[in-house]
Each structure stands twice: as C-alpha cells, then as structure tokens.
C-alpha cells in the first residue's frame, strides 16, 4: 500500500510521467480505501480508474491532466452521487456537471470522490453530516473544522492532492485552519456557482483547497471566470499563477483589532502576530485598524443565511429526486419526506429563516441583516482603502473536540393533536458553535477574497492566518501568502502518519 | 346616458400572459414549443429546479414586458428586479415562484375600453414578469381526484401577469376589457392567444362596497362573463338571505358554469417575498425610448388613423381595428380598391358574415373579396349575387369566378333587357294602356314580364326604369 503524502500539482503530474494517471489515481484509491478519517460519501473508483485510464490512452494537454482530485458534495457531479450530506439526497445523481466540475475534466482532473461536509454546508465541524463525522487528521479525536471538512481533511491526509470546497460563511478557510492546509475564499461573482447546491447564495462561492498557494492559484486560473449560466459571475480576466512572486516590500498590512476579541485562543494570538512580525521582517508594513460592525456581522449572517436557505431548500420534497416517504396526498409525503429527510441543524436553520420572512418579522430582522450587511461592507471598503490586505486569525481557537460544542438535552414535545407526546434529543445552544465564525463571515458579508494558510501549531494543532484583500485582488493576496509559504517552514509540517 | 351600476359591482382582473411566441424560457434555454410534445420533453436542470441550477434572464422576455407596459400605457421603472415567491405546491419545482414584488418592470397605466356608457378607462396597477409552474393532469375532477400526474413542459415559460384597479362594472365590461387586451397583446406579436393557456384570468369582484371573492382559473373571456356573472348572483343571494360575503378564493369550473370556494384569508399563504440573489437588478430605463420606438401602430391609433385615411366612419374603424389580422386584411383591400367602396364590403358584409359563423378572417383572402367587389363595381353581378358568392365561399370553398359562373350570376347586357322591354310593350298593350291611364300596378306586371323574357338576370331596379323610359317616351 502507497504511504500517503503531500504532492502538489506538479509532483502528481511529474508520478504520473514516471508512471501512468491509472497508477497514480489507484494509489490514492489505495489510501482512501484505508482512511481513519471518513472524509468521502462517495468514493468515484470505477469512474475515476476508468478515467485515468482514458488520459494515459489518449492522452490530454491540460494542465491537469490525470491529476486526482476531490470534490465536495455539494457541488454537482454528473453521474456521481450528490448528496450534500443530506439523507433527503441520499441516491440523488445529478444529470449535469457544475461549471467548475466541467472546467476541471477540460484540464483532465480525474475525480476521486465526494466530499464529507455538514449537512448543506450548515455548520462549522461536519458533525451535522447524514454520514457521520469526518475526523481531524492531526487529532482524531477532533473535528476537521466545516463545512467543507472533508474537502480540507482528504488534503490533509493525503488522500487527494487537491480539492474544492464551498465557503458560504467561513466553509473553506475553517478546516483549510483547523486541517494546517491552504484554502481560498473568492471574490463573489469570481467562480460559476452553476452546480453548487445552494445554501446561501448571496454568501457563498466555490473555493480551492490545496498544500500549497501555488496549487490554488493553477485550480484557480482553471475554475475562475465568468459563465454566462450564472447571473452572479463576473466578466474578467484572470491568470492567478502571475501573482506568484516573493516579494512583499512595500505592502500594507492591517491587523483589524475586532478579530483577535476577547474569548481568542492566546496560542492563536501569537501565532498569528508571530506571521505579522515576519511579514514585517519581509519588507510589508502593518498597523492597527478598526472594523467597527464586526461584532454585528454574525447576527446578520445568520439571519440573510438561514433566511435563503430556508427558500434553496424548499425543493427538496420527494417529489422528483431523492428521498420519498410515503404520505396519503401530497402535501402530508412532502412534510414526511422532510421531517425524516433533513438533521436537526438543518431544521433549525429552515424554521428560523422562514420566521425572519415571515409577514410582521421580514423588517425586524431580514431587513435589517441587510442593513447591517451594507454597515459590514462600508467597514472593509473603508479599511481596504488604507492597506493592501487584512490579516487576523482565521479561526479563534484550534480544532475542537468532536462533540464539544453540541451538548444535547432532553425535550418533551407535546403535539397538539392526538399523537403520542415523546422524548428527543436536541442541541441545547448551537450559538457555541456559531461564534467560532465570527472572524470568517463578515468577509461573506462583503464579498471580498480570503486565504487561509498554516502559521503555526499551538499543542500539535494548526493554526489558520488569514489573508483578505480588495474586491477581485485575488492576485495581492496570492503574492502574499506565497511570500510567506517561501519564507516560512508552516508547510511542511504534516499530520502524523503522512509525508 | 350615465351607467348608474345597480348593484355596486367592481371588478378587479389579473391577468397572466404566456410569452409563447419567444423562442425560449424565461430563465433557461428550452423551447417554448412544448405543446405539440410528450410530457417532460421539453426540460432542464433549470426549469425543472434541480439542486445547484441557476436562473438566467431572458432579455427578450424582458424586452416583450417592456413593450407590453408601454402598449398599456404604463411608467416603466427605472430599475427592475426579481423576488422569490415562496410556496409548496407539486407544480412550481423549486417551491418558489420567481416572481416580481416591489419593483415591477412595469407600473400604472390605463386601458381605454367600450365601456356600459361609452367610453371607460380602466387603469392598470401593474405588470410584472414571472415563470409559468408547470401543469397538474389531475385524473378525474380536482375535488375528487385518483391521482395526479406532472409536465414540466410549462415550467419556466414566461409570464406577463397584468394587473387592473377593480374599475369594471360588469362582467360585460371585464369581458371587453379581456378582448382588448388580447387584441393590444396580438398587435405586439408577444402571444399566440389559440394555444392553450396563452391567457388565464383571475377575477376579483365585490358588490355594494362588501367583500371581494376572488375566482381563479378561468381560461377564456367567455367564461369570464360567465364566471363574473354568477358570481353577482351568488353574492346577491347571499345577502338577501342575510348573509355576508366573505374574502375568499373560488375555482370556477368551467364546466358547470359556478364558482366554488378554495379556501379563505385565514388560509392564506404568507409568500415570504424576498430578492432573488441569483439574479441581479436590472437597469431597463435605458432600454424605454428604443422599445417605444418599436412599439408597432396599436388598436387605438390605427381607429383614429383609419378614420382620417379612409374617411370611414367610427363604426366601420372600430369594427376594422378589432383585431391586427383584419386591420392588415382591409388595407390590404384598400390598396387595391377605392377605399370608400370596400369599407362597408369588408367591415359590414365580411365582417358580419364571419362573425355568423363564428369564423376568424383567415377564412377568407384579400384577393377573392377583391375580385368579388370589382365584379359588383363593373357591374358585372349585383350586390345580392356578390353576398351569395361570400357565403358560398364560406360555406363550402371555391373560387368567386367558377362560383358566379356555376350559378349562373352574371348579370345580362342592356341590349338583352332592352329587346326585351320592347317586346312586353308590343305584346301587353292592354296594360300599357292601363298604365298610361294612371294604373300605377301595371307598371309591375310589365317589369314582371321582362324579367320572366330574361329569366330573371337582369337587374330589376334597372328593367323597371328602361320600362318606364319606353312608356315615356
């Protein structure tokens, strides 16, 4: 059995010329098949076998042609399974690939599989999964971070070189931070959303997640663009790899004072400012600003989140794909289909989106999540008008124990008609768990880019810096972080067990 | 004479109009000529909402939106943009209706129509664009079905919903409201108002200032009368029964004639309307003044230019205006023929004609009503002979000359009539001397005798006066 290891784009490309795509895509089938951490629903053997053998026969020019690679399973994969870690989309194959799905088997990406995440994309650790936990590869005792947790954990351990996640309040940078690999958060409208099942489509955008900034920047240059099937995506040109350059004199650094608030980690602390320092020490500057909304970004993100997603997910009720429960008309199978289809974080979130839209609460709340959004955005406009790029913490702490932040209690639910009362477990606060987004949504909030690479370990975890910089300056922070990747040893540190 | 509405009635309409002549979806790229097809053949991910497809406009239904709002006289606003409509239902894929909410593509406007005492403004609230859901086959009736059955095939056609203030005063006032709608939606080229579903009607009416019922899923103008009409029946019997009428939502069934309750206010659904964040707000303001000038002749304009070219009365241009095809068919003859001698021949004889019959002026052709009225100019027939040639025509086909030739229409020569004539003189002396001795009804035995000698080709007008200029003479 191949040990499992870090390779970057090249390295694959450069195994697959020593030996075949065939041979290179089993290895890491090999590796998959003897994973610890369940970080794919769908394993693509056949399909992706069948593939690699197709490229080494008659052979492609792309630039990643043969390379492995994992998608998260949320976005659509024709002929693959697709679903979103939902039990309600258990079976579901999509009949049609997302853009970025057929962007990537242009360049001659082989898929390896879908990827574990929270339930559609609803939460910070992949607990919420129909399919179980994914677990943490530096510590299997913890979440790999979410929701695109097994995106980054597969990364991590070795079992794809390569990924894409989806980042809709923090999804991709959480477990790039909690799983020590690079992750990037796009500029809304710089990534087709077209095949992403939504959940929060004013928020979120698709995003790579690699062992190095120079693999972001190629799956980049491949997914990014604009698609005339996504009203949201933006005309422009883009080469990403140009911005890879060591050289970080003379850019602006600044350290917003609300992300590093009260409740921080004190080894994320110094992890984070031990990077500011080397930046310094690599000719950029950095000062204190203030982000004065911050504290108010979580409420509205939540709010305009759950708002959408209680309307994307309207449709999933058993009617024409997925999961069908029996009922005596249609109304009673599509309410059965969804209680027994959906988990509880995303029942939660279903409820209390619809009571923010609701008639009497649309202006309370909704309206006003929109109105805190636009203070958000005027916050990050202003800051970035001053400096070059923002860095804080990605996350306030490390990876956290499975199960820490959701402590279950016993309800009674009485029914007001004749069924039986009964006894179930539900989330006594899932606000724990939603606080550690606090320092990643209200880049959401405001559409503009965001990387999060390794700066460290505090007690053997990874620490996540993050880099966020100006609407579509995607290339400002790409020079960045590739700076600090070539002057830093933050990524060659592996989890145990991989090379 | 001022209508004096008895009963108080008011009458609201929405109304939905399928773009069916725009080649594709509003937010997709399937065809729109579904109607001939198989169920579920014309579909994709986006139209059939499946997880991760997105919406994308169709800038031709916008432009038809924006045409539509300017025909009805409506402000066009400066910026437009889409709001989901949320609702469960087994026809709308994604369980939301992308509609418009609170920045309709088109604001007020008014519609001028025929109304109970001449002519009635109706003013328009609004027109917004929005997708048609797709189509439930129930089997068997809707209250009392066994099973119900999906295509998709309309889902994500484009809709224009039209809505009115209720300034209709009876259902005959809503029913020419409907065709004069239609008739400025045909002049737009925007629908083909034969296929089904092209325009369906919900009607909001109330009576004496009480509730308003509102009844939907009416598909035709006549039942919309029909509907309108029972349903004043019904709320007049209600409240003379002492009850009140409650705000509600009705089904009419078009089968039984009568209107039956959905559910009321209470049940209502709270939509939840919130902006669609997969498509962006649109700037149409710029687009107004090119699509105005676009905007072809509409049934207004053409009345009044009709009048002015053609010297026709009011009665004849309205008649003529009713509908773009016949408008098009009578210039077409006008070209060919003095204005003022074709008018009444198309706007009277055909129109009434058609109309008997219940048949569109497609049944007929330019070129055989201008053969059949330059016959009757070069006297060749009589007017009584050219109305038989077009009721031929429409009853059983052919052309007008094998027609007149068949049934032996044409009219004889003078010198035929006037040999004639001489003839009766010479042989009816007797009657002749009656006449001349003041008989005044010998004069009808004599033209009777020359139309005998002619078997009865001759025009009679013309055989009485030759008659009468030979006992003259």
Redesign the interface.
Known sequence: MPKAKWMSIPKVRESIANTSGEVVTASYLDIIKNSKINGYVTVNEEGAIARAQEIDKNGHDGVLAGVPIAIKDNISTKGIQTTCSSKILQGYVPPYNAHVIERLLAEGAVILGKTNMDEFAMGTSTESSHYGTTLNPWDLERVPGGSSGGSAAVVAAGEAPISLGSDTGGSVRCPAAFCGVVGLKPTYGGISRYGLISYANSLEQIGPIATNVSDIATIMDVIGGHDPRDSTSIKRNTAYRNSLVDDVSGLKIGVPDEYFAEGIDAGVEKAVWNAIHKFEDMGATWEKISMPHTKYALASYYIIAMSEASSNLARFDGTRYGLREEGENWHVMASKTRASGFGEEVKRRILIGTYALSAGYHDRYYLKALKVRTLVKQDFDKALSNVDVLMAPTMPAPAFKIGEKIQEVDVNIEYADERPSQQIKVVSSPLDLYLTDVNTVPVNLSGVPSISMPCGLVDGLPVGLQIIGKHFDESTIMRAAYSFEQNTDHLTKRPAGVE | MVYDNPDGVMIGLEIHVQLNKLNTKIFCGCSTKYHEAGPNTHVC?VC??????????NEKAVESAMKIGLALNCEIVHQTQFH?K?Y?Y?DL????QTTQYDYPIAGEGRVVIEGEDGEHVVRITRAHMEEDPGRLVHIGTIEKSRG?L?DYNRSGMALIEVVTEPDMRSPKEARRFLDKLRNILEYLDVFDSSLEGAMRVDANISIGGGSRAEVKNISSHKGAERALLFEIIRQKNLLRRGGTVVLETRHFDEARGVTISLRTKEEEH?Y???PE????PMRVADRTARILGTLPELPDAKRERFIAEYGMIDMHAKALTSGIRIADFYEDVASRIDAKTCTPWVADVLKGELNYRDLTIESFTVDDIVGIIEMVVSDKITEKSAVEVIRTILDSGGHPLDIVKEKGLLKVEDDVVSRAVLKVINENEVAVADYLGGKEQSLNFLVGQVMKKTRGRADAREAREMVLESLNQ
């Open positions: 991910p059939l909402g499946l997880p991760g497809a997105l919406p994308v406009i989901r949320n469960y087994p894929p994604k369980g939301f119900t999906i709270d939840r309307y919130f964040p997969d498509l962006v």
